[in-house]
């Protein structure tokens, strides 16, 4: 994928009318970290990159614009926001905008076709402590990662995202521009949850309540995840408070619980709550149980075309009840 | 102050002849993190000394304290004081044990609190230097320096096979003579060594920032664009101050228990959360990411020099590190440095 493309779309998105301003990835601050971009009109496009390094969905920076106050105000401002979105984004976009949580004409969408990300914690851990801002270029499986005059060569498959090894849609399914070829879905496998559901329910217990024992409820997997929207989250409401403030094994699986369960059937897959998670959680665990039920019981996936409707919202004769009691 | 050396061989017996009359901290390694946590297993595994843990204030600032609890026939219970063992804390670094000293007005201040006074007081910290300061340490930016000794009852230098040992405080003069047999005096050449290691250590600190004037020129920015600006990317979590060695803001939870008990509970609450400054009313004067983020770094950078005269800082780099969209304190300090 050629970032000058990516650069030349952005100008262009930037030129219209109606976009008052573009979410992008640019360089980060130290290492192998990138930073999102909010980039105005007749501001540099020039810091706009596209790399392996851009694991970070910039979707939730829609959901989290504060509206304007009046709605005069609103109607004044161009509307649109241009938004750069790998596969997994499109996803959250088109559920996004099936439970009309966004409409589309809030959006310009620049798709690109992603040969997938690396993981932080894996890079991190080959090439610990690097200051300096890394430069990573993705080259016939391998990745040429930069930093401190150096060139260093690792096969992409040693430092590529868990959830990019099992990627359905690395292709945007919806955009106003797509930049990059197609790229060829990889193969879905469930093995590792498949065998954590073959455990007894004993050990399940005890390894969740040992992981979440660890959460420090500093939010972060909720509020980076493009889908928890709500205005007023169950988890903050102090009348009535759902839930506890104390953190302890108990509150922190009640809150764990009420997190995955409301992205049943929604969860798109892109690997948010986990890559942030200060603590290390295997948040993504949880998920794929649910995606992967959704499938098998519904042949559902989510955020696959705009114009359906979410699962939770429909009902056919056929669905499978057992589940229920 | 003296100067001892101790084996790294020697460290096991080390911790393994306190481990009886203290409760022991330190940083151990746990699925790919590494935490402070009660060190039971002395036995079998070492403190974790190669990574930042992610947090340290919990060992005296714990995240859930309980107050009491209480039942409807207005029985009110204080919880046990659970044997009041002193803590020690094996494994601080010079910026955490400074972070100790910072909290302190705070909470020992004109009304002390006794639950922090009770573990402050008692606490023993043996610090270990930072000979290869990490990628976002800034410690000498804000007063502090990778081979400090403020706070600290011991520091431990690494050199290679052994341990450079300062013995720093009283506390730390009654541990080493407990343990006398496993240390011995430090030669001159070890002396020289350690302190060449913290000359190296002070000048490899990658990451800097001129602090100086910062404090005044804060006093006339509030309105400021330059918030607005560094704000868009934050997405409001409580990593930067849930990690933060410094930040100290709490909350106080009456809380319902089974069998018609309650119980009341003191908590970490974090500046970032939309709740923080909810009034009764509905009213929140923070109503959003920008006035959260920019109270942050006046907390850090101005209200706490105006109230105990030093910055609310020890540049330990957590928060840049843990932040998962790469808000960076450094950066968002050069903005304001360079504002108009």
Known sequence: MSVQKLKDEAARALGRKDVKYLIGYKKGSYGFRVSPAFIEPKEDIDQLIFSPLCNMSLVKYVMMEEALPSLTEQAMKPSKIALVARGCDSRAINLLIEEKGVPRDKLYIIGVSCQGVIDQRKIEARFPQVTESAEVVEDNGKYIITFHGQSHEVPKEELLADLCTVCQYPTPLIYDKLIGDKVAPRKPCYDEIKAFEALPVEERLAFWQQQFSKCVRCYACRNVCPLCYSTICSLDSLNPQWLRRSVDPSENFMFQIIRTFHLAGRCIGCGECERVCPMNLPLMKLNRKLEKDAKELFDYESGKDPKSKPLLTTFRPEDPQGFIL | MDMLILKKDSLKDFLSALSP??????????????????????????????????????????????????????????????????????????????????????????????????????????????????????????????????????????????????????????????????????????????????????????????????????????????????????????????????????????????????????????????????????????????????????????????????????????CITLCPVNEDLIDNLVAVKGAA
């Open chain 2, 21 to 318: 009359d203290y409760a022991l901290w330190a940083p151990v390694e746990k699925d790919g993190n590494t935490l402070f946590q009660p060190f039971v297993d002395w036995q079998n595994t070492l403190p974790d000394l190669t990574h930042q843990a992610a947090i340290i204030k919990q060992t005296i600032f714990p995240q859930t304290e309980l107050l009491f609890s209480f039942d409807q026939n207005d029985q009110m219970q204080e919880p046990e004081s659970g044997g009041a063992k002193q803590n020690i804390l094996f494994g601080v670094r010079p910026c955490d044990a400074r972070s100790f000293s910072l909290l302190d007005p705070v909470f020992k201040g004109d009304i002390p609190d006794p639950y922090y006074c009770a573990r402050r007081n008692s606490a023993i910290l043996i610090g270990i230097a930072c000979t290869e300061p990490f990628a976002n340490c800034f410690c000498t930016s804000v007063g502090g320096s990778p081979c400090g000794q403020e706070g600290l009852d011991l520091l431990c230098t690494d050199l290679g096979d052994r341990y450079l040992v300062a013995v720093l405080s009283e506390k730390g003069t009654e541990l080493t003579n407990k343990t006398s047999s496993l240390f011995l005096p430090a030669p001159a050449e070890d002396l020289k060594q350690g302190a060449d290691l913290a000359q190296h250590a002070a000048r490899s600190m990658k990451r800097q920032v001129d602090l100086e004037g910062l404090t005044e020129k804060l006093s006339k920015m509030f309105e400021h664009p330059v918030w607005k600006k560094m704000t868009l990317k934050c997405i409001g979590c409580g990593i930067c101050t849930y990690t933060c060695p410094t930040c100290y803001c709490f909350d106080i939870q009456d809380e319902p228990l089974a069998k018609k008990r309650g119980r009341r509970v003191r908590l970490w609450d974090s500046c970032m959360y939309k709740e923080y400054t909810l009034h009764a009313s509905g009213h929140n004067p923070r109503p959003t990411r920008v006035e959260r983020l920019k109270n942050r770094m006046y907390h850090k950078f101005k209200f706490n020099v105006d109230s105990y005269g030093t910055f609310g800082c020890v540049g330990c780099g957590r």
